[in-house]
């Protein structure tokens, strides 16, 4: 008899370990809530919201940031996080028992993860690199006396002292190649050598073009960058012809002028070349590190949920107080309040510009990881009546108050190297994948003892890009493994099959035009496709499954009840506002399409096009697995109907409706509360009894959402197998 009780209770998983034995679940709440931070939280917040804000002018874009956040970030989020722990399913089926017109978007998710999580682990490689370069007494990026520097390095402790012995001597010495030429030999040669003079002091001079050459008052058609000289430290002019060089020599000009970190990273870390046709052969240095980034993502993962879990108590939490003492440090350098005023004050003209808003949503979809299926994989893994909607506010605005706080951090180390280099904020560095390689780097030098302070840094980014690499991951083995359930007990195989795989497609990464490859894979794999999903996730909720049934399961899981007020702004989230603003933004964003460009670099057709193709295979996934299901079940499946309009009604009937998989996760939990409620759900001879409330449905849940009456004591939502209607849209 006890046998077979205890074969019962397995069955209905009322033990106290895993409700789900055959996926898992997380060993306690912190663990997710940890994980969802990290995933959330990663190198984006260092690296990429910086990079945009510095790209669309500091501070306008904070307010399409803010705005998106509340409108999109918030709901989406929230959104996938229900899906994810209502269904217990991966983003590869979880599409298609909800909606199975939509399946396509478990592949668009799949393909959008696959591509993410091969960049971003180049990126794990990077500061896996940096942090092996700062064990030693002086950082390589220190000065510009290394043998990688270029004639336009730049160092403000030499430049100052070089300054101090020319007004002291009254010399013409000068600062160049990194130092302070003393040496009147050295001068002379410089000076007399016009070939050196016109590759030392070129530029690129913006030349206005007439709409009428010969009308000096015509109105100006077009400008265009041509070759220029300098002419002072400030002035490019129009290059014409060599009398035009300059006859006394004057220090490195502002706008060419390096500093030793940016040299460092393009000249020595990656030898970067002068664009994406030229990749040339992998880099042994970063191929290992690359190798070594896998290799940790491997043994991470190796056992699930279950080892990653712990591992974030520590990656989660580290990277602040790594992040407070920069900050401190990084507000009291000189020049750091025009970088803290270039961030804040924002320049309203900005707003008018679609790209503007494109990257803020781009932005909040990437840094909360909405729209990669990570948060689904993340969430799936929960017991059924975690808090969703509490964690959901604790993860957003913890991840967007974290970019802001790494903000200032970064843009008072651009004020202060603006300042040290002479020119505005807005044109101290390139940008790009490499600012957080570049400003942070600088900023440690500054500090005591700088080579402990790299390598704690270097370990922030590292513990940074490992908690969204494991979800990026968790995520392709999660569609791997649900798609194949057969292959689970093999998991470890296929964890490391999927990590020998991605380090054989980095490898291009590694190569000297692998930086280019990078952004390419930034812009377009994490761009279009993750507001895509967005869109149709919000299309499914507020027009095919129904926002209300949403809102029950949301209640099932939470018994939460925003209230009459509250829900009605909640539904006009989803089914009206959230929707339109991706859609608007898409369709600007594709209508004023402009080719990708790297500082000056403009990528060429070719690459533009690898891109787009990109983007497009998880874009077009979605419609295109639709039509083959709609043509598969009109003309295979139901091709015995013979009425084409029932044939065409079943078929649709079928496809905008959840499958019986969809509630089952439910179910279980509906059994599960009624025991509890029961204190036993089986009788003495180990068969399930009747539910001892077997009350109507009557909208039970709407009740709740609306504030319309009370739900009964007891009441718990759930269907006995046999009263199940197919296409039931309510619990």
Not at 489 to 501: E, N, S
Not at 687 to 693: F, G, I, Q, Y
């Amino acid at each position: 008899m006890a046998d077979t009780e205890k074969t019962e209770k397995a069955k209905l998983e009322i033990e106290e370990g895993d409700e789900n034995p055959e996926r898992g679940n997380w060993t306690g709440k912190l663990d997710f809530l940890l994980s969802c931070l990290g995933y959330a939280v990663g190198l984006g917040n260092v690296w990429r919201f910086p990079y945009l804000c510095f790209k669309h002018g500091g501070g306008a874009f904070l307010v399409p940031y803010a705005i998106m956040l509340i409108f999109i970030g918030i709901p989406a989020f929230l959104l996938e996080l229900t899906l994810g722990q209502y269904s217990a399913l991966g983003p590869v089926t979880v599409y298609s028992n909800l909606a199975p017109l939509f399946k396509g978007l478990g592949f668009a998710n799949f393909m959008a993860s696959c591509m993410v999580g091969l960049y971003y682990n180049m990126i794990i490689a990077w500061t896996i690199y940096y942090m092996f370069a700062s064990f030693t007494s002086k950082l390589p990026w220190e000065d510009c006396g290394q043998d990688f520097n270029s004639d336009f390095c730049f160092s403000i402790t030499d430049y100052a002292n070089c300054t101090k012995w020319r007004n002291e001597t009254k010399e013409a010495y000068i600062y160049h190649k990194g130092k302070c030429i003393t040496d009147k030999t050295e001068l002379a040669t410089i000076l007399g050598n016009d070939t050196y003079k016109q590759e030392l002091y070129s530029c690129k001079y913006e030349k206005e073009f007439l709409k009428n050459p010969d009308d000096q008052c015509s109105a100006i058609n077009h400008t265009e960058k041509i070759g220029g000289i300098y002419v002072s430290e400030t002035s490019c002019e129009e290059y014409t012809n060599s009398a035009q060089l300059p006859t006394e020599l004057f220090d490195i000009p502002f706008g060419i002028r390096k500093t030793a970190a940016q040299e460092y990273l393009e000249n020595s870390v990656l030898k970067q070349s002068d664009g994406i046709e030229h990749m040339g052969a992998p880099h042994w240095w970063l191929v290992l590190c690359l190798m070594a980034a896998w290799t940790v993502i491997f043994l991470c993962l190796i056992k699930g949920i279950k080892s990653s879990g712990r591992v974030v108590y520590f990656t989660a939490t580290f990277p602040y107080v790594i992040l407070v003492i920069l900050l401190i440090r990084a507000v009291t350098l000189d020049g750091a309040y025009d970088g803290i005023k270039f961030y804040m004050v924002p320049d309203w003209s900005r707003l008018a510009d679609i790209k503007v808003w494109e990257g803020a949503a781009v932005q909040i979809f990437f840094s909360l990881s909405v729209g990669g299926g990570g948060l689904i994989t993340l969430s799936s893994y929960n017991k059924f009546h975690n808090n969703v909607v509490r964690d959901t506010l604790i993860v957003c605005f913890g991840n967007c108050l974290t970019s802001v706080f790494a903000g200032f951090a970064i843009f008072s180390i651009l004020g202060f190297l603006a300042k040290e280099l002479g020119v505005d904020v807005k044109d101290v560095v390139k940008g790009g994948t490499g600012l957080a390689f570049i400003a942070y780097p600088d900023l440690v030098t500054r500090l005591p003892i700088s080579p402990l302070w790299a390598i704690l840094f270097f370990a922030m980014l590292f513990t940074l890009g490992l908690d969204s690499q494991f979800a990026i991951i968790e995520t392709v083995l999660t569609g791997i493994l649900d798609f194949a359930p057969k292959l689970r007990p093999k998991k470890t195989f296929i964890v490391g099959v999927v990590c020998f795989v991605g380090f054989i497609c980095g490898l291009p990464l590694t190569t000297p035009g692998g930086g280019y490859l990078l952004d390419l894979l930034d812009y377009y794999a994490a761009g279009w496709p993750y507001l895509f999903i967005g869109l149709c996730e919000f299309i499914i909720i507020g027009y095919v499954y129904g926002v209300q049934n949403y809102f029950d399961d949301l209640y099932h899981m939470t018994k939460f009840n925003p209230g009459m007020l509250g829900k009605s702004h909640l539904v006009f989230l989803y089914v009206t506002l959230a929707p339109l603003i991706i859609f608007v933004i898409l369709i600007f964003s594709w209508t004023g399409y402009e080719p990708l460009t790297k500082g000056d670099y403009v990528y060429p057709p070719y690459a533009n096009a690898l891109g787009w193709l990109i983007a497009m295979i998880a874009i077009l996934s979605v419609p295109f697995v639709a039509i083959y299901q709609i043509i598969y079940k009109m003309f295979v499946e139901h091709k015995d109907i013979a009425n084409f309009g029932e044939r065409f009604s079943r078929t649709f009937d079928e496809l905008l409706h959840h499958t019986p998989v969809w509630r089952l996760n439910a179910e279980r939990a509906s059994r599960r509360d009624n025991m509890a409620l029961n204190g036993s759900a089986t009788s003495n001879n180990g068969t399930l009894n009747a539910l001892s409330h077997p009350l109507p449905k009557a909208g039970f849940e709407n009740k709740a959402m609306s504030n319309d009456g009370e739900i009964p004591q007891g009441y718990v939502p759930y269907e006995e197998e046999g009263t199940r209607q197919p296409y039931n849209s309510r619990l």
